[in-house]
């Protein structure tokens, strides 16, 4: 305090930690190794009433369809769509210098409001996958063994038909994308009218943006390459004809099975997932075309269909009181707690205000419905006093 009176600023308020779905990110990976993000903290306030700087807050990125939950399993948000966002924490609110307790009956006040603490809350993430790229093709055509080259998916593998039955899902990350691969369960002709388990397999196909029809040059059945090619996209255009409207790669697979090396008519490129032939080439130009395909998806203000971002955020109540065991009543709530947050508490003029503070809240009121009696203890924070009912 200077001696013109007090003169203590305000410190500044921490930064908040959003949540902000992005289809730039395909994944929940990077939580793995990485769970915390935090804020910054406020700056103090200073004297000749110099403010504190707020503390920045951070955008954490999560992929399109993550659901928030609280550590019981209750959904706070669900993120649905590119451009969502949520504040998972709040900072904390920066405390009041002693110039703002200036008043005629305090003239010269000596403590000032403490900073309020940040949130630190734990969270449970979730992803309804939505696949970048489907691998479609006939059975026991490569599909696992691709996934498995190019993700860290680990499907089931062997030389028989159907091995897959359940959509595998991998990750693929390259410097500067990354995406979702779906392997699915090889289609037969005769799919798109339910034969086999063909509509089963068809509707993991509806939400990819990317397609990637695998042809055997290898087929043990001696299905030819181009007889291959015909029959999945005309089982893609039954199914749903807007399929053959995706962007699409026609790839060659198990070429190390073959000695020609020339790219069959309809084919964009040959790969050999035992080999690696044509892998990072199908890998960069997949990301091409997913890249492409997010970036002419509409915004969420000109999508009309499709469900919307839902918050779930449950009421704020300024305070609530139980009993502890030993007959203590505490009073616990963000507001209580800061209604008491002063640096001294040991001055009456600070003691005044914490006791003013309590009242406009409604804390005397409360306890008296609690069933506080004169001389019970009562604790909200580092405070502790003995309740004395209004008069």
């Known amino acids: 305090m200077s001696r013109g009176g007090p003169d203590g600023g305000d410190g500044g308020t921490g930064g908040d ?67 969502d966002r949520w504040r998972a924490v709040e900072g904390g609110r920066g405390g009041r210098g002693n110039a703002r307790f200036l008043s005629n009956r305090r003239r010269a006040p000596a403590f000032a409001e403490q900073g309020e603490p940040g949130e630190e809350i734990w969270f449970g993430l979730e992803l309804k996958l939505l696949a970048d790229v489907a691998l479609v093709g006939f059975p026991n055509v490569g599909k696992s063994t691709l996934i498995a080259r190019i993700s860290a998916a680990r499907p089931k593998i062997a030389d028989y038909p159907f091995t897959t039955l359940e959509p595998n899902l991998g990750v693929v990350r390259t410097d500067d994308a990354e995406y979702v691969v779906a392997d699915i369960p090889g289609l037969i002709e005769g799919a798109s009218e339910g034969r086999g388990l063909g509509h089963q397999f068809l509707r993991h196909i509806e939400r990819a943006r990317v397609l990637v029809i695998l042809c055997d040059l290898a087929p043990v059945d001696g299905v030819p390459v181009g007889e291959q090619q015909r029959i999945l996209l005309d089982e893609l255009g039954r199914y ?74 449950p009421g704020v109540e300024p305070f609530d009181i139980h009993r502890d065991d030993d007959g203590t009543f505490v009073v616990d709530g963000r507001e209580a707690r800061r209604a008491v947050a002063l640096s001294d508490l040991g001055d009456v003029q600070a003691l005044e205000v914490a006791h003013g503070r309590l009242r406009r809240l409604g804390v005397d009121r409360a306890l008296a419905r609690a069933g506080a009696a004169a001389g019970d203890t009562v604790r909200i924070g580092d405070l502790a006093f003995d309740y004395e009912p209004e008069a």
């Open 17 to 83: 930690v959003w949540l902000v779905a992005t289809r730039n990110v395909a994944s929940l990976l990077a939580f793995r190794d990485h769970p915390h993000r935090r804020a910054e903290n406020g700056v103090h306030g200073q004297g000749k009433k110099k403010h504190g700087a707020a503390g920045a807050s951070i955008e954490v990125p999560v992929p399109e369809g993550t659901q928030v939950k609280d550590r019981d399993g209750t959904l706070r948000a669900d993120l649905a769509h590119a451009g």
């Open 240 to 313: 749903q004809p807007d399929l053959l409207d995706r962007p699409r790669l026609v790839v060659g697979s198990r070429a190390d099975m073959v000695t020609d090396d020339a790219l069959p008519e309809g084919m964009d490129l040959l790969i050999s997932s035992i080999t690696g032939q044509g892998i990072d080439e199908l890998v960069g130009r997949a990301a091409t075309l997913v890249a492409e395909a997010r970036a002419a998806e509409p915004t969420d203000e000109e999508e009309s269909l499709g469900p919307a971002f839902v918050l779930h955020r």
